[in-house]
């Protein structure tokens, strides 16, 4: 079993919808990441959290420590938001990763 | 601010060549990582270091060797390529400590095919 445990595997949307991404894990953390990675490209971070909720743009996340759940919500989706979105664990030394989530978005 | 840099983005490797893959940052960072990542799994952790000097093993070293011998770079070799580590390498680096210090910062990634 996986540390981090994330759903749906894939997803496809109609632009404008409004998309949740979620992420359960098992382990203590001191932090959990979203990171987003396009096709062919890098990984970049898009949040990291310990507690509460985060919002950048369209993109909200938020983290329940007392049930090892995190969700990332993008709002008003459109075509760019395709990417593949890994949510990670931190913990002492060492990340711990999602196998990711496909997001599709359609015109 | 380069942040993490990872050369080649690119290689093909025969069955049994060496190679290394570059991974510098200019972020000051103590701690670097290795990471694989194969089709429809997370990212595996090769090695790690949490300084200069200082190298551990993580969930998938076999086949890979690695050096720190500065804050910024954490090269990782390999010494005789096989089939099974073709793959997507991606190197990154976060301060050391917990929450807010471990912000971590991915390199752009190396696809790497044995053939």
């Known amino acids: 079993k996986n540390e981090v445990e994330q759903s749906p595997q894939n997803l496809t949307a109609q632009e404008g919808e409004f998309i949740t991404i979620n992420c359960s894990y098992s382990?203590?953390?001191?932090?959990l990441h979203w990171l987003q990675q396009h096709p062919g490209g890098g990984i970049v971070s898009l949040f990291m959290?310990?507690?509460g909720k985060k919002k950048h743009g369209r993109l909200i996340a938020t983290i329940n420590i007392q049930e090892k759940h995190s969700s990332l919500h993008i709002t008003a989706s459109h075509p760019r938001d395709s990417a593949v979105y890994i949510c990670?664990?931190?913990?002492?030394?060492?990340?711990?990763f999602g196998t990711g989530t496909s997001l599709t978005v359609i015109p | 601010n380069a942040g993490v840099t990872q050369t080649p983005k690119f290689r093909i490797l025969k069955i049994g060549q060496s190679m290394t893959l570059q991974c510098t940052q200019d972020?000051?960072?103590?701690?670097m990582y290795w990471y694989r990542q194969d089709p429809g799994m997370g990212l595996k952790l090769i090695y790690y270091?949490?300084?200069?000097?200082?190298?551990d093993k993580g969930e998938v070293p076999n086949g890979y060797n690695v050096s720190r011998s500065t804050t910024e770079d954490f090269p990782l070799r390999l010494e005789l390529a096989a089939p099974s580590q073709t793959s997507v390498y991606f190197c990154?680096?976060?301060?050391?400590?917990?929450?807010?210090?471990?912000?971590?910062?991915f390199g752009q990634g190396t696809r790497l095919t044995v053939v």
């Open positions: 959290l310990s507690s």
């Open positions: 990670a664990v931190s913990t002492g030394n060492q990340f711990y």
């Open positions: 972020m000051n960072h103590n701690y």
């Open positions: 990154a680096s976060s301060y050391s400590g917990g929450y807010p210090n471990t912000e971590a910062f």
């Open positions: 270091s949490v300084g200069a000097g200082i190298t």
């Open positions: 382990v203590g953390i001191s932090a």
